[in-house]
């Protein structure tokens, strides 16, 4: 089955879910995996998002995507074949993974399949006729397609068909056992995988595009330039009615910013930690563990020196507020961003655009003020400096000196 006839298979059942994702599906297409060179990359994104969209024919735009890599040779149908398989498959396997999970009370179990021709790689023809329950951890890693060119699917059913199933010979119920065992067997092939499919959502891991081969760092800063430009909507509608919008290049963050709360949360509560992420390719370069609260900039390693950094540290205490030492981390040479995050999923970010000598010398004011507040152990005089901080603040945003963005990780 190519993914032109699994979109016309799943149209109907899959439209309400795709237009609830529609703000993903643009993401995963601007930042299409595999093109190198960005000077083709807003074509390419254009093709694929047809087929993201449920238009366009899959001859005409592999057509297309080929003659954009190049030469029209079996090489580069193959690349743009690759392109639009993985990108279509995924945006409907996503749309198909919702609709199964809203309906897990009633078909409480999975079962895979596998297209069972001689296609079928090794690793995929073993799981073939699994079934696991629905909310097994085992498919969150394992939702087809979780390999490049994957064309597997999963099948939902009820406990009495998964029964009959098994009885049949046509499938096999693993326990946590055999789950865990065929796991183990293949955790240093999974390890190294560069290709992540998250089924719950369409978002892509930013180091997963940093390690394809052949990418340079000079090449993931450009691209990440370009992703600072695109914008789509959250799917959030604001106060006044007009859905609010984000950055790819912030979506690319959002597995990221995950992953760090998760590790802020595991260490616990005794002392904030911060780590600073090359700001480009999402790789960790350093890390520090500080007070309950406060903590220092990471001192980058000698090889990693001149990289510019995102900082990602913990509020172990109270909210995910920027304080004014965060902003005036922000101001550091090589400081891309800094970012806050707390264990109950709540961030914030504060990019400098203005790092001169009055902009620091104001922000150090500012942290004074806010240490002798905090000695004073006056929670009146604390508030009125917090409300103070905060005007401040919106007034820098406003006037284009600091640029201010806030979340919440679900």
């Known amino acids: 089955m190519n993914p032109s006839d699994y979109t016309r298979s799943r149209a109907r059942t899959d439209t309400e879910t795709l237009v609830q994702m529609f703000p993903e599906l643009r993401a995963r297409a601007f930042a299409v995996q595999g093109i190198d060179d960005y000077a083709q990359l807003k074509r390419v994104q ?96 394992h939702y087809p397609p979780w390999d490049f060119n994957c064309r597997c699917i999963v099948i939902e059913m009820d406990e009495e068909t998964a029964r009959e199933e098994v009885a049949a010979g046509e499938g096999s119920m693993w326990d946590q056992g055999m789950r865990d065992k065929w796991a183990a067997d293949h955790a240093g092939m999974d390890a190294a995988r560069q290709f992540h499919f998250r089924p719950d959502s369409l978002e892509m891991d930013l180091r997963d595009l ?101 900082v990602i540290h913990s509020h172990t205490v109270g909210s995910a507020a920027l304080s004014p030492r965060d902003a005036l981390a922000a101001t550091k040479p090589r400081v891309d961003a800094v970012e806050a995050v707390t264990f109950g999923g709540d961030w914030q970010r504060v990019k400098a655009q203005a790092r001169s000598p009055r902009m620091q010398a104001m922000l150090r004011e500012w942290a004074e003020r806010h240490d002798a507040a905090k000695k004073a152990n006056d929670p009146a005089a604390l508030l009125k400096f917090i409300n103070e901080w905060n005007r401040w603040l919106d007034a820098q945003q406003r006037l284009g000196y600091l640029e201010l963005s806030k979340g919440r990780l679900s």
Do not use: C
């Open 210 to 310: 940093a390690q394809a081969e052949g990418r340079t760092p000079q090449d993931m800063k450009a691209f990440g330039q370009l992703m600072e430009t695109r914008r789509i909507g959250t799917g959030e509608i604001a106060a006044d009615g007009v859905e609010k919008t984000t950055t790819v290049r912030e979506w690319l963050w959002k597995p990221l910013r995950a992953e760090y709360q998760a590790k802020a949360a595991a260490a616990g509560g005794g002392a904030e930690r911060s780590w600073a992420l090359d700001a480009w390719t999402g790789e960790e370069l350093a890390k520090a563990v500080g007070t309950r609260t406060s903590v220092r900039v990471p001192t980058l390693p000698a090889e990693a020196a001149g990289r510019e950094v995102v």
């Open 46 to 141: 254009d093709a694929v998002a047809k087929l993201t969209e449920g238009g366009g024919d899959w001859k005409t735009l592999q057509r297309e995507i080929a003659a954009e890599l190049g030469s029209d040779t079996q090489a580069t149908r193959k690349r743009a074949e690759t392109v639009l398989r993985t990108n279509g498959f995924q945006a409907y396997a996503a749309a198909r993974y919702r609709k199964q999970q809203a309906r897990k009370d009633i078909f409480p179990y999975w079962k895979y399949v596998t297209m069972d021709d001689g296609r079928v790689r090794d690793r995929h023809a073993e799981l073939d006729g699994v079934i696991l329950p629905a909310d097994d951890p085992f498919w969150k890693d």
